[in-house]
């Protein structure tokens, strides 16, 4: 077992690699990984070498598997305010992958379940393994989708769609996934890493600055009204006018030559 539940490495330029790292358990959710996930997200985002950031599990059999039944943050004896609590360290992990501006491409090999789902549905881009299975299986236990579920599924997918798997509790595997519009594309499980590396690599050649906030805009989307959107679009436009990185583009485009951004 790893002294930590979360492994970080850096396999490009830009790029960080996030790894759940609890392959006994198939990387379930106990409190340490929840914290621990939250902890190193946040701390790379606010590094700014870091534009891209991969999210996998260790191991081939599981992305993240859901709750650790063996060490649960929640548990029906709690009183109200417990319960919220320990159920607000899973709406976290959600909370957090939305809100950071550094874009998230989820690597999902193996089994993305219950709370492993709303993880990766989290994601801004998500490419599987044909051995993947995503599914939202709270309904298997008796639960709703608690930490967030319901919200993400319904925006990628419709509110059919999202009715059906989430009333049913149905596994979504491999190519299914991408004809779902879960997933961008699905690779053999050796290509699983490769392929999301070359993704977030492909984003790290943007402006920073512009990209992040373009994720800020299209996750509120759903949330705020056209006055608002245009409100909050005129202010990151405004930002995005006064960077080093708006200059380089300008000066990249009337030179007919690529731009080399670095974030300021």
């Not at 491999?174 to 594309?185: M, P, T, Y």
Request: proline residues 4%.
């Amino acid at each position: 077992m790893s002294e930590t539940p979360v492994q970080t490495a850096y396999p490009r330029d830009h790029v960080a690699r996030v790894t759940l790292d609890r392959p006994e358990t198939m990387n379930a959710y106990d409190e340490t990984l929840l914290r621990t996930l939250v902890e190193r997200l946040e701390a790379l985002d606010s590094d700014d070498e870091i534009r891209a950031i991969v999210l996998t599990g260790a191991g081939d059999r599981a992305f993240c598997s859901g709750i650790d039944l063996e060490d649960m943050p929640v548990t029906p004896e709690m009183g109200f305010a417990e319960y919220e609590a320990g159920l607000g360290l899973f709406q976290d992990v959600v909370r957090t992958l939305r809100t950071i501006e550094t874009p998230v491409i989820g690597a999902i090999d193996g089994y993305a379940l219950g709370a492993g789902c709303d993880t990766a549905l989290a994601c801004d881009v998500r490419i599987v393994s044909e051995t993947a299975a995503i599914g939202e299986t709270f309904i298997d236990v008796g639960f709703v989708p608690g930490d967030g579920g319901a919200y993400l599924l319904s925006r990628l997918i419709g509110e059919a769609r999202a009715k059906e798997l989430i009333f049913t509790g149905r596994h979504l595997e491999g190519e299914e996934i991408v004809e779902w519009d879960l997933a961008r594309e699905c690779v053999p499980s050796e290509e699983l890493l490769e392929t999301a590396e070359s993704v977030a690599a492909e984003l790290t050649t943007q402006p920073p600055v512009a990209l992040g906030l373009s994720k800020t805009l299209i996750n509120e989307s759903a949330d705020v009204d056209l006055e608002t959107a245009f409100e909050h679009a005129t202010r990151a436009q405004r930002i995005c006018a006064q960077t080093d990185d708006h200059e380089e583009a300008v000066a990249a485009f009337n030179s007919d030559r690529d731009p080399e951004f670095t974030g300021e």
